[in-house]
C-alpha cells in the first residue's frame, strides 16, 4: 500500500503523532523557560522577545491542522496564551529566571501570528483533516 493512500484513508496514527509532536515541543518551551540559562557566547536579549515570538507561532502553527472550526481554534490559541503566561509566572518564582510582561506579549503576538495561517492556503497542506481553513 502506498503512504499516500494510507495517510488519505485513516489519519488517525498520523494525527496521535502530530500531537504527540506538538506536547513534545510545550514541553520544551517549559524547559527552556523553566531552567537556568545557559551561557551564550552572544547576548540573547537583543532578539529575546522575537524568540519568544518565533517559538509560541511554531506551537500555534501546529496547533492549526488538529482542529476544523474557529471555535476549537479560538480555544487552542487561548490555551496557548495561557500556558505562557503560566511559564511567565513560574519563572518570576524562579532564583534563576525573572518573568516579563514584555515576554508574555511577544508569546501571544507568536501565538496569533500562528494561527493566522488557518486562514491562509497553507492551511491545505497542513490539514490533518481535509479542510482548507476554520468553518
Given at each position: 500500500?502506498?503512504?499516500?493512500?494510507?495517510?488519505?484513508?485513516?489519519?488517525?496514527?498520523?494525527?496521535?503523532?502530530?500531537?504527540?509532536?506538538?506536547?513534545?515541543?510545550?514541553?520544551?518551551?517549559?524547559?527552556?523557560?523553566?531552567?537556568?540559562?545557559?551561557?551564550?557566547?552572544?547576548?540573547?536579549?537583543?532578539?529575546?522577545?522575537?524568540?519568544?515570538?518565533?517559538?509560541?507561532?511554531l506551537a500555534a502553527l501546529l496547533c492549526v491542522p488538529l482542529w476544523r472550526s474557529a471555535r476549537a481554534l479560538l480555544l487552542a490559541g487561548l490555551a496557548l496564551l495561557g500556558y505562557g503566561l503560566l511559564l511567565e509566572l513560574l519563572q518570576a518564582q524562579t532564583?534563576?529566571?525573572?518573568?516579563?510582561?514584555?515576554?508574555a506579549l511577544a508569546n501571544g503576538s507568536g501565538v496569533a501570528i500562528g494561527m493566522l495561517t488557518a486562514w491562509t492556503p497553507w492551511r491545505g497542506w497542513l490539514a490533518l483533516h481535509g479542510t482548507r481553513g476554520p468553518e
Amino acid at each position: 500500500m502506498n503512504l499516500r493512500v494510507w495517510i488519505a484513508r485513516d489519519r488517525r496514527p498520523l494525527r496521535r503523532l502530530w500531537v504527540f509532536g506538538l506536547v513534545a515541543y510545550l514541553g520544551v518551551i517549559a524547559l527552556a523557560s523553566l531552567l537556568p540559562p545557559p551561557e551564550l557566547p552572544m547576548d540573547p536579549g537583543r532578539y529575546d522577545k522575537l524568540w519568544h515570538a518565533a517559538g509560541y507561532a511554531l506551537a500555534a502553527l501546529l496547533c492549526v491542522p488538529l482542529w476544523r472550526s474557529a471555535r476549537a481554534l479560538l480555544l487552542a490559541g487561548l490555551a496557548l496564551l495561557g500556558y505562557g503566561l503560566l511559564l511567565e509566572l513560574l519563572q518570576a518564582q524562579t532564583a534563576a529566571r525573572s518573568g516579563d510582561w514584555l515576554d508574555a506579549l511577544a508569546n501571544g503576538s507568536g501565538v496569533a501570528i500562528g494561527m493566522l495561517t488557518a486562514w491562509t492556503p497553507w492551511r491545505g497542506w497542513l490539514a490533518l483533516h481535509g479542510t482548507r481553513g476554520p468553518e
